[in-house]
């Protein structure tokens, strides 16, 4: 389905969206917004398991839309149920996200893509904060940045706003793999592919329980899924999958996971 600026496919249990918004892939609020159902439907449609999040040309994502900002667009508009792209504040989101970075990743677009689970980058991508130089604050980055590589070389990134190319993003482990260009999309299918035949309950689970240790203690976090308080949890061990992953281990077998 093409739905400007989105273009969205899907195959199989695989959805992929591909923001095209000529020149840079910005993102102003009625984009957000959309951005916001799509992985919002995606999220609830049980028949899909993964999604893939990639842009077309040059840019993966230069981030808010600064024409939109001088036509009035304000910094606090609505962005939609899945705040800026849709994807940063979903609530309930427990289905493995890829982005698969083209491109230049540039302020909000750089965050869009730590708001994945998993980034396969183009050897042609580069990554840039450049709020700093605006006035602004690059706010998702400065929560999640700190937490995923080194201390000062996140601070460095935030108070310069210089360019981080490929090389340097995947030395810091910010992304699962670097690919060439033209390869980007068939290697983030193929990682697509292998999760689409994993197991949904057990991917629901991790996510739920990897948001909640972000502010939780490993006691309080171990003790919730030991009393089975988080809902995915409690699902997976009352499913049939759960019972499957056994029996298929027993017998020497591929599970073969119903997501029930």
């Known amino acids: 389905m093409d739905t400007a600026p989105l273009h969205v496919t899907r195959n199989g249990a695989i959805l992929e969206v591909t923001l095209d918004r000529p020149k840079a892939n910005a993102i102003d609020a009625p984009t957000s917004r959309q951005m916001g159902e799509v992985f919002a439907s995606f999220r ?10 990639t842009a077309a040309g ?21 962005y939609g149920v899945g705040g800026f792209g849709g994807l940063q504040m979903l609530p309930n989101l427990n289905k493995p996200v890829i ?11 750089f965050e869009l893509a730590l708001s994945a689970d998993l980034i396969i980058a183009a050897d042609t991508a580069r990554f840039a904060l450049p709020e700093i130089r605006s006035g602004t604050v690059a706010d998702a980055a400065t929560i999640k940045l700190p937490k995923r590589m080194p201390y000062h070389i996140a601070m460095d990134l935030l108070f310069t706003g210089r360019w981080m190319e490929v090389d340097e993003a995947q030395r810091w482990g910010l992304l ?13 299918r193929a990682l697509a592919e292998i999760l689409a035949g994993g197991p949904p309950l057990v991917y629901a689970a991790i996510k739920e329980v990897a948001r ?11 003790n919730r899924i030991a009393t089975r308080d988080f809902p995915s949890v409690a699902k997976l061990y009352g499913s049939e999958d759960q019972l499957e992953g056994a029996r298929a281990f027993a017998e020497k077998r591929a599970p073969v996971w119903k997501g029930y």
Do not use: Y
């Open 58 to 78: 040059r840019f993966f994502c230069a981030g808010w839309d600064l024409k939109a900002a001088a036509a009035g667009e304000a910094p606090d508009s609505d």
């Open 212 to 222: 909640a240790a972000e502010t939780a203690s490993f006691e309080d976090v171990m």
């Open 44 to 53: 609830d449609d049980p028949t899909l398991r993964v999604a893939i999040l």
């Open 176 to 188: 699962n793999d670097v690919v060439p260009a033209a390869e980007l999309m068939t290697r983030a």
């Open 99 to 109: 982005a698969a970075v083209n491109g230049m990743a540039v302020g909000g677009g």
